[in-house]
Each structure stands twice: as structure tokens, then as C-alpha cells.
């Protein structure tokens, strides 16, 4: 028997029906349209208004996009995994929930949180389940919903985030597509640059932390640009050579959507040619954990089978890393 890869066949996403667009943010802080464009990439991001829904509301959609597209049976699905730093609640797990809600009764289901980076970190985890050989059907999700935790009087870090949720599915590949390589690196260092102090085990809710505004989250701008710029141009150059990749090989850069400057300075690193460079940043800003797989969808069609990706992706903590990965087929 050849050796087994796991590979993607199958993806769905969703994001919300409300835009908020630059326009409207300067109506809400000190502002503008083009200061946001230039720096940042993003013209406007999608947000979640319905009351009572969470992350999990977000995750189900894009499940379910990919089950109809695929037209793939939910009872034959052997583990969910939930990447997100916005679970539902805290305790009860989210993908256990977005697994139960989608009719994947023979699964089992946990979250994965890694900031940013989850969903890379969960394309390591899922392949390695599949290459195992003990499961056949791995659903990876990544969703977010980043309008929970973003104070929208901070101009620093309400520009920047949006909802939305993509999904993969993983099954096993005997061509020696899919998975191929991954450099995943984490560095405690970042721990106070990009964080949300109030809610957890070393600051819980209390009456002081809902007045200092402790449960939005807070970003050091400049050094998350710093580390992130170094970090995920790093691994994504060293992915490459590596796997005796040239800039010609690579076919596409499926890169986290944080900001337009970070992935101009990993697409030059590698010498791949913007053309190659997959981009939706403008339309969502960042989702966290849904950028990557929202990527695939917006640009599911111009995959072709053995396409090289190079996916790289950077968050907080620090976490980052790159994965090569095959395309494994055509879209219908």
C-alpha cells in the first residue's frame, strides 16, 4: 500500500450578512478610510449582529456549506476539530456542540486554540490523525467572532478584526497529495503583546474588570508587526528550501489575513510573485482562525490538482508557522 497523506476534498465558509465598512467606522473613532487602507489592507469586515449567537452559529454555517457542496454524509464524519479563540463558553467545548448540531453523531469533537495561528496548528493536527490510518474523515473548522471581544472606541484594534468561519475536510490520499511539510514554532515572549487580561483563571470577571474594559482584547501593534513579519516570512522561506521549492514552484501563498504589509514582506521573502498570493483581506479584515480556510473558498476554483501551497500563518502568544500542502483536486 502507498503511504498515506491527508489531503483537503472538500471546503465551506460563511461570514455575516452586515458589512462594516471604514466608512462607517469613522463615524465611530478618530479615523479614516485611507489611513485604514494603507496600513492595514482592509476597506471592511463582516459582523455578526444576531442576538444570542456565537461563535458556534458561524461555524455550523460553513459546516454546512461544505457538506451540501460535497454532498457528503455527516454520519461518516470521525472527529471535528474546532480552531478558535472565541469559543461559545468557556468549559463546555464549542465543537462538541457545532459537531452535534450538524448531525456528525459518530464523531468526536474539542477546540484548539492557538490565536491566529489555530487553524494552521489544526491542519497539523488533522493530518496527523488521518496519516495515523485509525480515521478516515477529519472536519476542520476555524471560526471566529472577533466583534465579541473588540472594544469599538479602540481605534488600534477595531479596525483590524471581523467574523466569519471556513471549513476543511481531510481524508486520506494515496497519490501522494495533500500534507506534504510543516515548521510550526511557538515563543512565550508575545504573551502581553496580544492578549485579552480579564475572563480567565488568572483574572476572572468581576465587577473591576468589566469597568476597566479588561475582557476586549489588546494589541502592541508594533510589536506584533515586528515578530510577525520576521516570524512568518522565516518559516515560510525555510518551508521552501527545505522541500527544494523554487518561487516557480510555489503556485499559491495562502497566507493569515492580519494585515496587507506582513504578507507583502513573506510573499518577498519567498520571491513569489503577488499574482500568486491569495487576498480577501479587504473584504473581511482579520477573522483569526477563519482566514486561511476563507481563503480556500473564495478561491476553491482557481485550485487546481497538484497545485503547491504554501500556507503560513502568525498569532498571538507567539504562535506561528508555515505548512507545504498539495492540492488534491479539481473543482467540479
Known sequence: ???????????????????????????????????????????????????????????????QDLLKKGNIDPAEIDLVLMATATPDMLVASTGVYVASQIGAVNAFSYDLQAACSSFLFGMSTAAAYIESGRYKKVLLIGADKMSSIIDYTDRTTCIIFGDGAGAVLFEPNYEGLGFQDEILKSDGVGRDFLKMDAGGSMLPPSKETVENNQHFIFQDGKQVYKYAVTGM???????????????????????????????????????????????????????????????????????????????????????????????????K
Do not use: C
Open 1 to 63: 500500500m502507498n503511504k498515506i497523506t491527508a489531503a483537503i476534498t472538500a471546503v465551506g465558509g460563511y461570514v455575516p450578512d452586515y458589512i462594516l465598512s471604514n466608512k462607517v467606522l469613522e463615524s465611530m473613532v478618530d479615523t479614516n478610510d485611507e489611513w485604514i487602507t494603507s496600513r492595514t489592507g482592509i476597506k471592511e469586515r463582516r459582523i455578526l449582529k444576531e442576538e444570542g449567537q456565537g461563535t458556534s452559529f458561524l461555524a455550523i454555517k460553513a459546516a
Open 233 to 331: 516570512a522565516d518559516v515560510s522561506e525555510k518551508i521552501m528550501q527545505r522541500n527544494n521549492l523554487t518561487n516557480e514552484d510555489v503556485d499559491w501563498l495562502v497566507a493569515h489575513q492580519a494585515n496587507k504589509r506582513i504578507i507583502d514582506a513573506t510573499s518577498s521573502r519567498m520571491g513569489v510573485d503577488e499574482s500568486k498570493v491569495l487576498i480577501n483581506i479587504e473584504k473581511y479584515g482579520n477573522t483569526t482562525s477563519a482566514t486561511l480556510p476563507l481563503l480556500l473558498f473564495d478561491f476553491e476554483k482557481k485550485l487546481k490538482k497538484g497545485d503547491n501551497l504554501i500556507f503560513a500563518a502568525f498569532g498571538g502568544g507567539f504562535t506561528w508557522g508555515s505548512i507545504y500542502l498539495k492540492w488534491a483536486y479539481d473543482r
